[in-house]
């Protein structure tokens, strides 16, 4: 295409609506990689484009002399390096393979670099995964909003499937759901009830229809309490 002279490998995106066909493996300046690029994935709705790549001059300050992981935005023509720490520092080994989510946020790849997770010292290949951009920049704990937000954790204390924040019984054991607590699904006994529980196990009586005429036998009178729900 026009103005490719690098002689490197770059990655391309070729629109079939417009018939047009662009190199992404470029800067921000739009200035070509002076060095090869490869393995790209791009996003559902083609706006994102991740690649891996060995050139230096794609980001600022890129000398750590290792293929990095870059996104490119073909909406804005900005590109980032994804593989870095989370503080913007750059990885000391080779990064590869890179995968994007559908909408472009989420970037999973291949390092050998040893400073982008803790103790990992022992010189084998991890996966990573990296963000697009930090969306939650004032919160220490933090990428992305998630389920509670920015500024509240989306822990799930009892496991049950359902973050803390969304959760009416966050560390009640007993629940059946997160809307149904323990103490709802208990049953309240009146004093009377409760007196006589104690000393004797629950009786149901059987109710005849009332005769004709004459007072009900003993067997068809309904007992005064009852423990539990009669």
């Avoid at 470029?26 to 200035?31: F, I």
């Avoid at 982008?116 to 992305?144: Q, S, T």
């Avoid at 196990?201 to 036998?217: D, E, F, K, L, Q």
Wanted: one cysteine or more; aromatic letters at 6%.
């Amino acid at each position: 295409m026009p103005g490719d002279t690098n002689g490197k490998l770059d990655v391309f995106v070729y629109d079939r609506t417009l018939a047009q066909m662009e190199r992404v493996s470029v800067g921000t300046d739009g200035a070509e990689g002076n060095d090869d690029s490869s393995e790209p994935a791009i996003s559902a709705d083609g706006r994102y484009v991740t690649f891996r790549s060995a050139a230096t001059n794609l980001v600022a300050d890129d000398s750590n002399g290792n293929d990095d992981i870059f996104l490119h935005d073909r909406n804005t023509g900005i590109s980032t390096r994804i593989s870095v720490t989370a503080s913007g520092l750059q990885g000391d080994g080779f990064s590869r393979r890179a995968a994007i989510s559908r909408d472009g946020f989420f970037i999973a790849f291949e390092s050998a670099s040893t400073d982008f997770g803790f103790d990992d010292n022992f010189g084998a290949v991890d996966i990573f995964l990296g963000v697009r951009e930090d969306a939650c920049p004032a919160d220490p704990g933090k990428l992305f909003a998630g389920v509670c937000g920015c500024g509240t954790p989306d822990t799930d204390g009892d496991r049950d499937g359902t973050p803390d924040c969304l959760d009416g019984c966050p560390s009640d054991p007993g629940k059946v759901s997160p809307a149904l607590c323990w103490r709802q699904r208990t049953t309240r006994r009146s004093p009377a009830s409760s007196a006589s529980c104690s000393a004797r196990p629950h009786r149901r009586s059987r109710i005849s229809p009332a005769p004709t005429a004459g007072p009900p036998r003993a067997s068809e009178r309904r007992p005064a309490a009852c423990c539990g729900s009669c």
